[in-house]
């Protein structure tokens, strides 16, 4: 690309081969965009860019090297702009998904949909995934340099759309300010992230800037049965449907859970629209599945495609995986903020014949303030509660573990430091058509304690422990 094309007011003739804010990432006439990031200053490797290649720097202050430099006030905002002109595509019809909980089934249910009336690929927890193919993200929402090639790879295969999942750290790292939305799904806020916005208002004002990029056009679906959502069109112009069990434009009618799934009918502005159903578990399923509904139809495609596009999302990477073995359930699944645990928990107990055995902890280094709220609802929906290491990193287990406990006055629990010796007690003191639910980690294969990573898996340790 024409260095004209992302500077008109630079007059060389000079072809961009590529951008970055990585200075070992960087070749021959490349642009280095020197960021600072929470460990470490991009301006401190300009000189590693420089003999890389770079040919131009961005910086926040004015550079005395021997290459053509520009000073620019925000550099991490300025490399979002640069990457989204110098990766071209088209339209792209994208929806951002955000919340507390269920974004990454929402997402996924309706990709599903789009998928079978057109086409479309998804980002998120589980990666960018689009014709078959599926790419690891350490981000939930990833960084531009990151979005912007996907979009790009998306158009050359005549992708119409893009779901995606917009994180509260997403936004707040500027990392989708130069993407443009559709529309957005609002699925909830729960206690979690605190750690970062200090309050439940701050949370939500950081959701609404998401709501601030939908114009006049857009449409935005909300979950009408969480308070916060009425404070939406304070944000914006655009259309706004409402969906939940108890008011909106979209209203469960009636509904059957159980343990292989659910059916649900739903009324549309005081009309039937039909009987659904789902392979996905509990009542917070049918939530994820009706905002994915509710937008869908709002866009005019047909229910037989919707319903469609429900029915061939079976299961969700890292939500509700279930192995049984000798009359014992085990349930493992990613919840990890006190309103996931209480509402995995919640629907369990419907289908429950013995007791429900809860193996749990609280992630390191996150929202402290969460973590007695877990450890009550942990212990008040459970029949035995093992609190236990769930990737500490650099923060002390014991103060973890403490935190998850201290409001259990006069309660009985366990307390293990090993997560692996904690799922093998839930399977010694399991008995016939009990139910041991294992949460905060889903499939992930490893657990951080320091700076260290060990191989770890609940489901194979699970497995191991219920067969012997």
């Given at each position: 690309?024409?260095?004209?094309?992302?500077?008109?007011?630079?007059?060389?003739?000079?072809?961009?081969?590529?951008?970055?804010?990585?200075?070992?990432?960087?070749?021959?006439?490349?642009?280095?965009?020197?960021?600072?990031?929470?460990?470490?200053?991009?301006?401190?490797?300009?000189?590693?860019?420089?003999?890389?290649?770079?040919?131009?720097?961005?910086?926040?202050?004015?550079?005395?090297?021997?290459?053509?430099?520009?000073?620019?006030?925000?550099?991490?905002?300025?490399?979002?702009?640069?990457?989204?002109?110098?990766?071209?595509?088209?339209?792209?019809?994208?929806?951002?998904?955000?919340?507390?909980?269920?974004?990454?089934?929402?997402?996924?249910l309706l990709n599903s949909i789009f998928n079978c009336y057109s086409s479309s690929a998804s980002i998120g927890t589980n990666g960018i995934e689009y014709l078959n193919k599926n790419i690891k993200t350490i981000n939930t929402t990833p960084s531009p340099d990151i979005l912007f090639p996907a979009f790009h790879t998306f158009c050359k295969h005549e992708i119409q759309n893009t779901v995606m999942e917009v994180s509260s750290e997403g936004i707040l790292d500027?990392?989708?300010?130069?993407?443009?939305?559709?529309?957005?799904?609002?699925?909830?806020?729960?206690?979690?992230?605190?750690?970062?916005?200090?309050?439940?208002?701050?949370?939500?004002?950081?959701?609404?800037?998401?709501?601030?990029?939908?114009?006049?056009?857009?449409?935005?679906?909300?979950?009408?049965?969480?308070?916060?959502?009425?404070?939406?069109?304070?944000?914006?112009?655009?259309?706004?449907?409402?969906?939940?069990?108890?008011?909106?434009?979209?209203?469960?009618?009636?509904?059957?859970?159980?343990?292989?799934?659910?059916?649900?009918?739903?009324l549309y502005k005081g009309y039937t629209l039909g009987e659904f159903k789902t392979s996905l578990f509990g009542k917070y399923n049918i939530y994820n599945c009706l905002a994915a509904i509710a937008y869908a139809y709002e866009l005019g495609i047909p229910l037989k495609y919707i319903k469609k596009g429900i029915n061939k999302v079976n299961n969700i990477s890292g939500r509700f995986i279930k192995y049984t073995k000798n009359a014992i359930t085990g349930i493992?699944?990613?919840?990890?903020?006190?309103?996931?645990?209480?509402?995995?928990?919640?629907?369990?107990?419907?289908?429950?014949?013995?007791?429900?055995?809860?193996?749990?902890?609280?992630?390191?280094?996150?929202?402290?303030?969460?973590?007695?709220?877990?450890?009550?609802?942990?212990?008040?929906?459970?029949?035995?509660?093992?609190?236990?290491?769930?990737?500490?990193?650099?923060?002390?287990?014991?103060?973890?573990?403490?935190?998850?406990?201290?409001?259990?006055?006069?309660?009985?629990?366990?307390?293990?430091?090993?997560?692996?010796?904690?799922?093998?007690?839930?399977?010694?003191?399991?008995?016939?058509?009990?139910?041991?639910?294992?949460?905060?980690?889903?499939?992930?294969?490893?657990?951080?304690?320091?700076?260290?990573?060990?191989?770890?898996?609940?489901?194979?340790?699970?497995?191991?422990?219920?067969?012997?």
């Amino acid at each position: 690309m024409h260095i004209s094309k992302l500077y008109p007011k630079v007059k060389k003739d000079i072809i961009i081969r590529g951008i970055t804010d990585n200075s070992k990432l960087v070749r021959k006439n490349f642009i280095f965009v020197a960021i600072k990031g929470h460990k470490k200053n991009g301006l401190d490797y300009i000189d590693e860019a420089i003999a890389n290649g770079a040919i131009l720097i961005i910086a926040n202050k004015k550079i005395r090297k021997k290459v053509l430099s520009i000073k620019i006030k925000d550099p991490k905002l300025e490399y979002s702009r640069l990457l989204k002109k110098f990766y071209t595509y088209s339209a792209l019809y994208t929806v951002g998904v955000t919340g507390t909980d269920g974004k990454t089934t929402t997402t996924k249910l309706l990709n599903s949909i789009f998928n079978c009336y057109s086409s479309s690929a998804s980002i998120g927890t589980n990666g960018i995934e689009y014709l078959n193919k599926n790419i690891k993200t350490i981000n939930t929402t990833p960084s531009p340099d990151i979005l912007f090639p996907a979009f790009h790879t998306f158009c050359k295969h005549e992708i119409q759309n893009t779901v995606m999942e917009v994180s509260s750290e997403g936004i707040l790292d500027k990392r989708v300010d130069n993407v443009d939305f559709n529309g957005a799904i609002f699925t909830n806020l729960s206690h979690e992230h605190l750690n970062t916005h200090k309050n439940m208002n701050s949370y939500f004002l950081c959701k609404a800037k998401l709501f601030e990029k939908i114009n006049h056009n857009g449409l935005i679906v909300a979950n009408s049965d969480d308070k916060e959502s009425y404070r939406i069109p304070f944000y914006t112009d655009a259309k706004i449907v409402y969906y939940g069990f108890k008011y909106g434009d979209y209203v469960i009618k009636n509904y059957d859970i159980h343990e292989n799934g659910s059916t649900f009918n739903i009324l549309y502005k005081g009309y039937t629209l039909g009987e659904f159903k789902t392979s996905l578990f509990g009542k917070y399923n049918i939530y994820n599945c009706l905002a994915a509904i509710a937008y869908a139809y709002e866009l005019g495609i047909p229910l037989k495609y919707i319903k469609k596009g429900i029915n061939k999302v079976n299961n969700i990477s890292g939500r509700f995986i279930k192995y049984t073995k000798n009359a014992i359930t085990g349930i493992i699944d990613f919840a990890h903020t006190p309103n996931a645990i209480k509402n995995l928990l919640e629907s369990i107990k419907l289908f429950a014949k013995g007791r429900i055995i809860l193996v749990m902890g609280a992630q390191g280094e996150k929202d402290k303030s969460k973590r007695s709220k877990m450890g009550v609802n942990g212990v008040t929906l459970s029949d035995i509660t093992i609190f236990t290491s769930e990737d500490p990193k650099n923060e002390s287990l014991f103060g973890i573990l403490n935190d998850l406990t201290k409001k259990l006055k006069n309660k009985e629990y366990y307390i293990t430091l090993s997560r692996a010796e904690a799922i093998k007690l839930a399977a010694r003191i399991a008995r016939p058509n009990d139910i041991i639910v294992i949460t905060g980690k889903g499939n992930e294969n490893e657990e951080i304690i320091l700076n260290y990573h060990f191989k770890h898996n609940d489901l194979d340790i699970l497995k191991k422990a219920l067969d012997s």
